[in-house]
């Protein structure tokens, strides 16, 4: 079998398993160092909340101490007058890393979000020492109050529409896809034969669970115009005026183009939503959000509708940590979908949660995530674990204590700014520059390269002559290099995805030099054809 009849073999493979088949051709070369840019996961990690973390749990043992000192055993801690002591605590640990960090999240939670001292710092120490079960379940109370401000900056640019938004923390950013699908599904908001809209090109998990048998949707892409700086034109937006469209999910700033909806497709929607479509349910993954300047999130602009899904994992180099959260305003249209679903699946929805509430049809939608989270009768043992939701807290105040200078947003995005400069310098072609990319991925349209470098005949054979992802399958086989296959995102046929996360600077010069010559091969080979 040549080789378009193997890679035919994998082209209906995911590219995320067709990555691990490219990983295994590019070490097949041993005399040469493989680079794979197909991973998102960061090779940074923020440092002050986790010397802060660390800190804090010697705090924390200290004050079990306090309570119960036996060999090996210490008390659960007692909260009175807790926050004197960490005061002092602090104070005697300024100069050590840490410190200061935990001295100025102290200043804020108490001045500036409100929060009783001895509360605040009761829940954290409980919480690092993870000697409770969560309570209440769907969020620590202080710690929710301190991830919204975190949102209310960073996914709000620090302009929150009215009202309050319930959260509810979970394992990263795919557990609370995993939770929202089959909550949707349990409460009748999404039923099999049902239309939703996505926008594509797209994390290729969300083109892959609605068409499984456990849900069976059809699915209408609104897709990004490359042309247009991969926005979305008004004439696919309209879409989704279509009524039978129930939902919209999409990922801003997008995955693989990494750009953010701009302000312009941001008000379509909005209006959509406050005039033909007030029943329309958005689900928006904004994980990449903190990596753009002035980033609004559709739960901004249209709360009402919007479930937002947020991880920390790309940000704060968090990926193992396995922390994410789910917002939902509380007046929003899906609780009051629910309330008029018919009287059988009403019927069906109160006994479904009967066990847990005394009045289960006044159950909320965050409430019923947390519940579905656990299989329902699991419910008294939801949540997710403390010590995480303590990172969180710190990994929020990170950013709240920085919100003026914004010194470590700059590094970040600095970091993937000179990455994703040099890639593009290496490829020899000029980088895009426009404030809604996130750079933190970046889509190269390969056949758009061969037609802007060699002309469309070449461009064409290009694409008829070989596989669509006959070009990321030779990068790995001869020049060592992993990327993505940008068509598993919905992305055009034989474009690449780079991640610029997870390499250094100068493995980005290879990559892009690696690119153009790997497309000068090919033109070599279409002259010698002809």
Request: charged share 25%; hydrophobic share 40%.
């Given at each position: 079998?040549?080789?378009?009849?193997?890679?035919?073999?994998?082209?209906?493979?995911?590219?995320?398993?067709?990555?691990?088949?490219?990983?295994?051709?590019?070490?097949?070369?041993?005399?040469?160092?493989?680079?794979?840019?197909?991973?998102?996961?960061?090779?940074?990690?923020?440092?002050?909340?986790?010397?802060?973390?660390?800190?804090?749990?010697?705090?924390?043992?200290?004050?079990?101490?306090?309570?119960?000192?036996?060999?090996?055993?210490?008390?659960?801690?007692?909260?009175?007058?807790?926050?004197?002591?960490?005061?002092?605590?602090?104070?005697?640990?300024?100069?050590?890393?840490?410190?200061?960090?935990?001295?100025?999240?102290?200043?804020?939670?108490?001045?500036?979000?409100?929060?009783?001292?001895?509360?605040?710092?009761?829940?954290?120490?409980?919480?690092?020492?993870?000697?409770?079960y969560p309570t209440p379940d769907r969020v620590l109370e202080n710690t929710e109050k301190i991830i919204r401000a975190y949102l209310d900056l960073t996914m709000c640019n620090n302009t929150p529409p009215e009202g309050i938004m319930d959260l509810f923390v979970v394992e990263g950013g795919t557990a609370a896809?995993?939770?929202?699908?089959?909550?949707?599904?349990?409460?009748?908001?999404?039923?099999?034969?049902?239309?939703?809209?996505?926008?594509?090109?797209?994390?290729?998990?969300?083109?892959?669970?609605?068409?499984?048998?456990?849900?069976?949707?059809?699915?209408?892409?609104?897709?990004?115009?490359?042309?247009?700086?991969?926005?979305?034109?008004?004439?696919?937006?309209?879409?989704l005026i279509d009524p039978d469209i129930k939902a919209f999910f999409l990922v801003n700033p997008s995955n693989p183009a990494s750009v953010s909806i701009d302000s312009k497709s941001l008000d379509k929607i909005a209006e959509l939503v406050t005039s033909r479509r007030k029943d329309l349910i958005i689900l928006t993954d904004d994980v990449y959000g903190t990596f753009v300047n002035g980033f609004k999130s559709l739960i901004a602009i249209a709360p009402r509708n919007t479930i937002l899904v947020y991880s920390y994992s790309k940000y704060f180099g968090a990926t193992g940590w396995r922390v994410g959260v789910i917002g939902i305003y509380r007046d929003n249209v899906m609780d009051k979908m629910i309330a008029a679903l018919p009287e059988h699946k009403r019927k069906e929805l109160h006994q479904r949660y009967e066990s847990i509430i005394k009045d289960p049809d006044s159950l909320k939608l965050i409430d019923r995530l947390v519940a579905d989270?656990?299989?329902?009768?699991?419910?008294?043992?939801?949540?997710?674990?403390?010590?995480?939701?303590?990172?969180?807290?710190?990994?929020?105040?990170?950013?709240?204590?920085?919100?003026?200078?914004?010194?470590?947003?700059?590094?970040?995005?600095?970091?993937?700014?000179?990455?994703?400069?040099?890639?593009?310098?290496?490829?020899?072609?000029?980088?895009?520059?426009?404030?809604?990319?996130a750079r933190y991925y970046t889509t190269i349209d390969i056949p758009k390269l061969a037609r802007e470098r060699h002309g469309e005949k070449f461009a064409k054979w290009l694409q008829t002559s070989h596989e669509p992802i006959d070009f990321v399958w030779r990068l790995a086989q001869e020049k060592e290099i992993v990327l993505m296959d940008g068509g598993g995102f919905d992305a055009p046929e034989m474009s690449i995805r780079v991640s610029l996360a997870n390499l250094f600077k100068d493995d980005y010069d290879k990559i892009g030099k690696g690119i153009s010559e790997l497309l000068e091969d090919y033109r070599k080979e279409w002259k010698s054809d002809k």
């Open positions: 079998m040549g080789r378009a009849g193997i890679e035919k073999g994998y082209e209906a493979l995911s590219p995320f398993e067709l990555k691990n088949k490219l990983i295994a051709m590019a070490k097949g070369n041993r005399g040469k160092m493989m680079l794979n840019a197909g991973r998102g996961n960061p090779n940074w990690v923020a440092t002050g909340p986790r010397e802060a973390f660390f800190l804090l749990g010697t705090f924390a043992i200290e004050e079990g101490r306090r309570v119960l000192s036996r060999t090996g055993l210490a008390g659960a801690p007692d909260s009175k007058g807790m926050g004197e002591r960490f005061q002092e605590f602090c104070r005697i640990h300024a100069e050590q890393r840490g410190g200061q960090f935990l001295a100025d999240a102290y200043r804020y939670a108490t001045d500036r979000l409100g929060l009783n001292g001895d509360a605040f710092i009761g829940e954290m120490v409980d919480g690092i020492l993870g000697d409770h896809m995993t939770y929202i699908f089959n909550t949707l599904k349990e409460n009748g908001l999404i039923t099999p034969g049902d239309k939703i809209a996505l926008g594509t090109p797209i994390f290729t998990p969300y083109l892959e669970i609605p068409v499984l048998n456990d849900y069976e949707l059809v699915v209408i892409d609104v897709k990004q115009d490359e042309e247009n700086n991969w926005q979305y034109p008004n004439s696919e937006l309209e879409k989270s656990r299989a329902v009768a699991l419910n008294h043992t939801a949540g997710l674990s403390t010590p995480q939701q303590v990172m969180m807290a710190l990994f929020s105040f990170q950013e709240l204590l920085d919100s003026d200078s914004h010194l470590y947003r700059k590094e970040a995005q600095d970091l993937v700014r000179e990455r994703f400069e040099t890639l593009y310098a290496g490829l020899g072609a000029p980088a895009p520059q426009l404030p809604c990319y």
